[in-house]
């Protein structure tokens, strides 16, 4: 019994930090076991959303929630919404893909586990889309797509310029690129705005 205890408590301290970063939820991380007698509980992960508060999304980082786009209100919540789509090195090839999985599902058309599995074998999302017959550039426009609305509703409000919307667009389309083609090693550059 104590071996299915450590065993089980070392396979959460596997797959809890990846678990954080789709986006599961402490219950789906919690563990029970099977025997003979019955179930017996043998502990529940606690995942704490680490994603910065506040901010355009409410919840944007590479933790649980998705990036609301609408919320984007001001500039400065536009660069930081650019600096979310580099994703976070910390959490490896996957980079927090939860904030844009609806657009991975939609593009790649494979699981949310078929990606891990994918993903854990070392290949980044690049690597995954020309596996699955997809251009790489098809999931980065899909990508600088589903958020562009942001910086549409800036520019409808007379916060930015024609001008500066096509350069936050193209900054969004870089800041994509980079979380598709990463090499697992590249430092993730920061996005301080235009004038930066």
Known sequence: MKLRTTLAAVLLTAVVPIA??????AEAASTTTSTSSGTTDTGTATVEDTAPQGGPAGGMGGGPGAVDVSSVTTEEQLVELIQEAYGDAGLDL????????????EVLTISHDELHVRMDAGQNLAAVAEDLGVDP?????????????AI??????????EDEAEQY???LEEAFTFRVTWDGEEATPTFAGLDA
């Open 20 to 25: 954080a970063a789709c986006g599961t939820t």
């Open 94 to 105: 996957h980079r927090g893909h939860q904030p844009v999985q609806d657009v991975l599902d």
């Open 169 to 171: 667009r193209a900054a």
């Open 152 to 161: 549409d509703t800036l520019l409808a409000a007379g916060t930015i310029t």
């Open 137 to 149: 550039q098809t999931l980065v426009d899909a990508l600088v797509e589903s958020w562009s609305p």
